[in-house]
């Protein structure tokens, strides 16, 4: 077993040694790039990941010798443990792959980092994204600056972090009518997570024209569910009629889950509760 044949199962098929696997891989200084890079972004995932995989990440991303997009990858490689450990907290033994001191030293390493402004731009965006999937009070002074710049690149990170860090709806309903698709992406992502009901029009929009690039249109199938779950069969009801089974299978997912939604009797604390993760 290596890390190509690893890739080529789902996480939940590996055998017992695919820790031992990635572990050697991305130890391996000498060896072929593209594989410890393989290595890095399968590490990541909560079938794999532990402690020793965790910290062996963060020494990567604090490694200036290492090329920055294996460091890239490592930070964003954080990213779901960081948010299981935030959402279940650390109550049951087996909840989560990472003990708390791992999760605690991933948020410490990860500040530090991004305090580091010589740090190399594409590693920096990515350990402000990987490291929101926790959000702590330092983050949300860091989007605000990342969404001020002039810089495209960190506007696109600062939306994808609103999806995750809260109080910036008015921003998330502006950048909605960017003219760059990765930073609208983005916002009808972090509409559907907030249910921000000002998204709705422009998500409509996008179910219905059929200029819409498909990630788009995918992101804003799972934003009618979030924003409106009552009203979203009646905007998704079409899209079943398209030629491609991706889109086809998006929409029978959302419609079971905005059906399921529908039926629940929540009050408004526990709807915004849904959305804060």
């Known amino acids: 077993m290596d890390v190509k044949a690893l890739s080529e199962r789902q996480p939940s098929d590996w055998p017992e040694e695919a820790r031992e696997v990635l572990l050697s891989a991305i130890r391996d200084r ?13 590490a990541g995932e909560l079938e794999a990941i532990n402690d020793q995989l965790a910290r062996l990440l963060l020494d990567v991303i604090r490694d200036g010798a ?6 890239a990858a490592a930070a964003i490689a954080l990213g779901p443990a960081l948010e299981l450990g935030y959402v279940d907290g650390f109550d049951e033994p087996d909840g989560v792959p990472i003990s708390e001191q791992t ?10 980092a991004y305090a580091d402004a010589d740090l190399p731009k594409e590693v920096r965006r990515r350990v402000l994204e990987g490291s929101v999937r926790a959000p702590r ?26 999806e995750y860090v809260r109080g910036f709806d008015e921003q998330i309903l502006g950048a909605l009518a960017s003219d760059n698709l990765h930073i609208r992406y983005q916002a009808v992502m972090a509409a559907g997570n907030w249910g921000l009901d000002g998204a709705w029009r422009s998500v409509v929009e996008l179910l219905a024209s059929p200029a819409t690039e498909k990630p788009l249109l995918l992101a804003a199938v ?5 924003i409106r779950p ?5 905007v998704l009801g079409e899209l079943l009629e398209s030629d491609d089974e991706e889109v086809v299978g998006a929409v029978q997912e959302a419609l079971v889950l905005a059906e399921a939604l529908s039926e629940l009797d929540f009050d408004d604390d526990e709807e915004e509760g849904l959305a804060d993760r």
Do not use: P
Request: glycine share 4%; net charge negative.
């Open 137 to 162: 009070k330092w983050h949300a002074k860091a989007v605000r600056e990342a969404y001020a710049s002039n810089d495209v690149d960190w506007q696109v990170t600062a939306v994808f972090c609103m």
């Open 66 to 71: 290492e090329n920055e997009e294996l460091r």
């Open 30 to 42: 000498g060896g072929d790039a593209a594989v410890r890079l393989l290595a890095v972004q399968l």
């Open 103 to 112: 999760f605690r030293a991933i948020q410490d390493t990860m500040r530090e």
């Open 230 to 234: 009552e009203e979203a069969a009646e």
């Open 222 to 226: 799972e934003a009618a569910v979030g």
